[in-house]
């Protein structure tokens, strides 16, 4: 123990962990102490003679439980990104420990009786409390013993559920991939594709988390692709039974604490409020983009000469979209090499928006050989924090992309942010690493979530940047996107890898012109996860589900999100955001933000665009924010009206 990192703040800048030093060992041990060390600090608040005030008990609680803080983000951080068998034994290990330690929290009556007798004056402090009597309530505070027994076992069953829920996906990855050695099969395939999934004459080609693979677009064998499309939405069946069980113990959670399904209760503290608010916001669009569908489907059938499947749309559309805007994604790699479009495209926007600079810290570890960090200045050289980008897919990874904070931003505990980009890149064997434009895409809209947890600026790590609700958190990162195509960051990072020429004009026109088209398919098939996500967690208490694909089926009918040639982007059984990842009843967030975004982007459109004034203005009204006050009333402040549907029709061509 007397060398454990976990048990003393990091001394390296920022509080970055150092991950050298962490051996599998020091997890058990330093929870075991976290847990003493928060249970204890918790008594000291409730034993406090002192009349509570908001000083003696919430912010008490905000500076409580750090060691433990250490433990568990450290083993969410591998978990993710570096999944070794060890690391997924302490997860599933530890998940429910952690649990039963939350509810010790969230179920204390005497730290709740506290709580209800504190008052608050400044807004930030008044919107903290808010959250803290919203946590405890939701939580079962006011439940009786009995109803909080119930809740605790079924807390610790979900969070089993969870963690192994993910741990099957990530074996799914390559137990399922699709293995051949004849490669005549993979035609289509470049040879840099090739040579990163060959290894002694064998070709794996590993599932991605979505129900389209990539290769999908280039394999120019059908059977190929059926093998592969049916590979994709057959993974992790043993999941099947997991959602099932996770859907119903939240169902039976929903009632005890007095809402009549899981949804409403997750939506209560969303900024869409209401269930109905949310089936009239996806029913708005599934019918126009089901009729978008059907129009697509019958221009590819037509350019194919025959009907066609589903692990056909995505090989067809690619052809179509070549043949009508003489546009080949593949064209466009050469000028989208990962170093590039980080630091001369990314960063540069950043510079150019908001004034902050990047100095690469090769000195600082993460924890892989592929991670990177810079340290990240204000325009007038103060330091902010840092960013650390992991690009790359491996084994140990789950699937997707994604950003967390590995330190919170919070001047009460006079911590600067340290945040964390992960992309699933494939790695080649050798030479530049070349990104298609949706990955491009992708680590912009990332970097977007790093900007909101760098840019936060408030006192109390609870309402940090990005500790928005869920239906908001990804509207940063959306507005981000729109400066992957801005003429002068396109300019500045899009150069061929290998002459330095930049992009010609006349790819960057026919990109621009092919943005909408497939619109269809891609808005029915995020909207059918969605509607999926949220029939599973309308389920009311006591239902019985009796065949998890069946339900599945039934549910996307009832609605009109059952197409035979489109299934959703995340069927049950690899749905990780809701069933392992805390988007329960939460994946209409994306559409819901995107609202946000359209609105935002019309804005800095009619206002100049790439102007510092105007990054500034986002900065203050929105991205240091946080969680600080309420979100609608941020977006209002930053528009200066209401938002409207109308850009996000036009977007997607659903007017």
Same mark, same amino acid.
């Given at each position: 123990?007397?060398?454990?990192?976990?048990?003393?703040?990091?001394?390296?800048?920022?509080?970055?962990?150092?991950?050298?030093?962490?051996?599998?060992?020091?997890?058990?041990?330093?929870?075991?102490?976290?847990?003493?060390?928060?249970?204890?600090?918790?008594?000291?608040?409730?034993?406090?003679?002192?009349?509570?005030?908001?000083?003696?008990?919430?912010?008490?609680?905000?500076?409580?439980?750090?060691?433990?803080?250490?433990?568990?983000?450290?083993?969410?951080?591998?978990?993710?990104? @570096?999944?070794? *068998?060890? #690391?997924?034994?302490? &997860?599933?290990?530890?998940?429910?420990?952690?649990?039963?330690?939350?509810?010790?929290?969230? !179920?204390?009556?005497?730290?709740?009786?506290?709580?209800?007798?504190?008052?608050?004056?400044?807004?930030?402090?008044?919107?903290?409390?808010?959250?803290?009597?919203?946590?405890?309530?939701?939580?079962? /505070?006011?439940? @009786?013993?009995?109803?909080?027994?119930?809740?605790?076992?079924?807390?610790?069953?979900?969070?089993?559920?969870?963690?192994?829920?993910?741990?099957?996906?990530?074996?799914?990855?390559?137990?399922?991939?699709?293995?051949?050695?004849?490669?005549?099969?993979?035609?289509?395939?470049?040879?840099?594709? !090739?040579?990163?999934?060959? $290894?002694?004459?064998?070709? #794996?080609?590993?599932?991605?988390?979505?129900?389209?693979?990539?290769?999908?677009?280039?394999?120019?064998?059908?059977?190929?692709?059926?093998?592969?499309?049916?590979?994709?939405? *057959?993974?992790?069946?043993?999941?099947?039974?997991?959602?099932?069980?996770?859907?119903?113990?939240? /169902?039976?959670?929903?009632?005890?604490?007095?809402?009549?399904?899981?949804?409403?209760? $997750?939506?209560?503290?969303?900024?869409? $409020?209401?269930?109905?608010?949310?089936? &009239?916001?996806?029913?708005?669009?599934?019918?126009?983009?089901?009729?978008?569908?059907?129009?697509?489907?019958?221009?590819?059938?037509?350019?194919?000469?025959?009907?066609?499947?589903?692990?056909?749309?995505?090989?067809?559309?690619?052809?179509?979209? =070549?043949?009508?805007?003489?546009?080949?994604?593949?064209?466009?790699?050469?000028?989208?090499?990962?170093?590039?479009?980080?630091?001369?495209?990314?960063?540069?926007?950043?510079?150019?928006?908001?004034?902050?600079? +990047?100095?690469?810290?090769?000195?600082?570890?993460?924890?892989?050989?592929?991670?990177?960090?810079?340290?990240? +200045?204000?325009?007038?050289?103060?330091?902010?924090?840092?960013?650390?980008?992991?690009?790359?897919?491996?084994?140990?990874?789950?699937?997707?992309?994604?950003?967390?904070?590995?330190? @919170?931003?919070?001047?009460?505990?006079?911590?600067?942010?340290?945040?964390?980009?992960?992309?699933?890149?494939?790695?080649?064997?050798?030479?530049?690493?070349?990104?298609? +434009?949706?990955?491009?895409?992708?680590?912009?809209?990332?970097?977007?979530?790093?900007?909101?947890?760098?840019?936060?600026?408030?006192?109390?790590?609870?309402?940090?940047?990005?500790?928005?609700?869920?239906?908001?958190?990804?509207?940063?990162?959306?507005?981000?996107?729109?400066?992957?195509?801005?003429?002068?960051?396109?300019?500045?990072? /899009?150069?061929?890898?290998?002459?330095?020429?930049?992009?010609?004009?006349?790819?960057?026109?026919?990109?621009?012109?092919?943005?909408?088209?497939?619109?269809?398919?891609?808005?029915?098939?995020?909207?059918?996860?969605?509607?999926?996500?949220?029939?599973?967690?309308?389920?009311?208490?006591?239902?019985?589900?009796?065949?998890?694909?069946?339900?599945?089926?039934?549910?996307?009918?009832?609605?009109?999100?059952?197409?035979?040639?489109?299934?959703?982007?995340?069927?049950?059984?690899? +749905?990780?955001?809701?069933?392992?990842?805390?988007?329960?009843?939460?994946?209409?967030?994306?559409?819901?933000?995107?609202?946000?975004?359209?609105?935002?982007?019309?804005?800095?459109?009619?206002?100049?665009?790439?102007?510092?004034?105007?990054?500034?203005?986002?900065?203050?009204?929105?991205?240091?924010?946080?969680?600080?006050?309420?979100?609608?009333?941020?977006?209002?402040?930053?528009?200066?009206?209401?938002?409207?549907?109308?850009? !996000?029709?036009?977007? =997607?061509?659903?007017?």
């Amino acid at each position: 123990m007397t060398d454990n990192p976990f048990l003393s703040p990091s001394t390296l800048p920022y509080g970055l962990p150092d991950f050298a030093s962490i051996r599998e060992e020091h997890f058990r041990p330093a929870f075991d102490q976290g847990v003493a060390e928060h249970l204890a600090e918790v008594e000291a608040i409730v034993a406090d003679p002192a009349e509570p005030t908001f000083e003696n008990t919430i912010a008490a609680l905000e500076r409580s439980g750090r060691t433990l803080k250490r433990v568990e983000i450290v083993l969410h951080t591998l978990a993710g990104s @570096d999944a070794t *068998e060890g #690391v997924q034994a302490l &997860e599933a290990e530890l998940a429910p420990l952690a649990t039963g330690h939350q509810d010790a929290i969230l !179920l204390h009556r005497g730290l709740w009786d506290r709580i209800k007798r504190v008052t608050a004056s400044g807004p930030e402090e008044t919107r903290l409390l808010e959250r803290y009597r919203l946590d405890f309530v939701q939580a079962g /505070a006011d439940l @009786d013993d009995a109803q909080q027994e119930r809740m605790r076992e079924l807390n610790t069953e979900v969070s089993e559920l969870g963690t192994e829920f993910s741990r099957n996906l990530v074996r799914a990855s390559t137990e399922s991939a699709l293995v051949t050695r004849d490669v005549s099969e993979l035609d289509g395939l470049d040879d840099a594709w !090739l040579q990163a999934i060959e $290894k002694d004459g064998e070709y #794996v080609l590993p599932l991605l988390n979505t129900t389209v693979q990539p290769a999908l677009a280039r394999l120019n064998d059908r059977a190929t692709r059926e093998r592969l499309y049916t590979l994709s939405v *057959e993974r992790a069946p043993a999941n099947l039974e997991i959602a099932r069980r996770v859907a119903t113990i939240r /169902a039976e959670q929903a009632a005890l604490r007095g809402y009549p399904d899981h949804a409403a209760y $997750k939506v209560a503290d969303q900024t869409a $409020k209401t269930v109905e608010a949310v089936e &009239e916001r996806l029913g708005q669009l599934v019918g126009p983009a089901r009729r978008n569908v059907e129009r697509e489907a019958a221009e590819l059938a037509a350019h194919a000469g025959h009907d066609i499947e589903p692990w056909d749309w995505p090989y067809y559309a690619e052809q179509v979209r =070549k043949a009508r805007y003489d546009f080949d994604e593949n064209a466009l790699r050469p000028y989208f090499e990962l170093g590039r479009v980080i630091e001369d495209g990314i960063l540069y926007a950043a510079t150019r928006l908001y004034g902050l600079t +990047f100095s690469e810290r090769s000195d600082l570890r993460g924890y892989h050989a592929d991670v990177r960090t810079w340290e990240v +200045f204000d325009a007038d050289g103060t330091a902010l924090g840092l960013f650390l980008l992991d690009p790359y897919a491996r084994a140990t990874k789950r699937g997707g992309a994604w950003m967390h904070n590995l330190v @919170d931003q919070s001047h009460l505990l006079d911590e600067r942010p340290v945040v964390v980009n992960n992309l699933n890149i494939t790695k080649p064997v050798s030479g530049p690493t070349l990104l298609t +434009f949706d990955e491009v895409e992708t680590a912009f809209h990332e970097f977007g979530h790093a900007l909101h947890g760098l840019l936060s600026a408030v006192r109390y790590p609870r309402v940090e940047g990005t500790s928005v609700p869920r239906d908001f958190v990804e509207f940063p990162s959306q507005v981000n996107e729109m400066w992957a195509t801005w003429p002068e960051i396109l300019a500045h990072y /899009a150069k061929h890898h290998e002459t330095g020429e930049p992009v010609p004009a006349e790819l960057v026109e026919r990109l621009t012109a092919a943005e909408k088209f497939n619109q269809g398919f891609s808005t029915f098939e995020y909207l059918a996860a969605a509607l999926l996500d949220w029939s599973w967690h309308r389920l009311e208490p006591g239902t019985t589900v009796d065949d998890a694909l069946a339900f599945e089926n039934k549910a996307l009918e009832a609605v009109g999100a059952l197409h035979p040639l489109v299934r959703p982007r995340y069927r049950t059984s690899y +749905f990780m955001h809701v069933f392992a990842n805390g988007y329960s009843a939460g994946y209409y967030s994306y559409v819901w933000s995107e609202v946000l975004d359209a609105e935002s982007v019309e804005w800095f459109k009619a206002n100049g665009g790439l102007l510092r004034e105007n990054g500034d203005r986002f900065r203050a009204k929105v991205l240091s924010v946080g969680g600080s006050v309420d979100p609608m009333d941020a977006v209002r402040d930053f528009l200066g009206r209401e938002p409207g549907m109308e850009p !996000l029709l036009a977007r =997607k061509g659903l007017q």
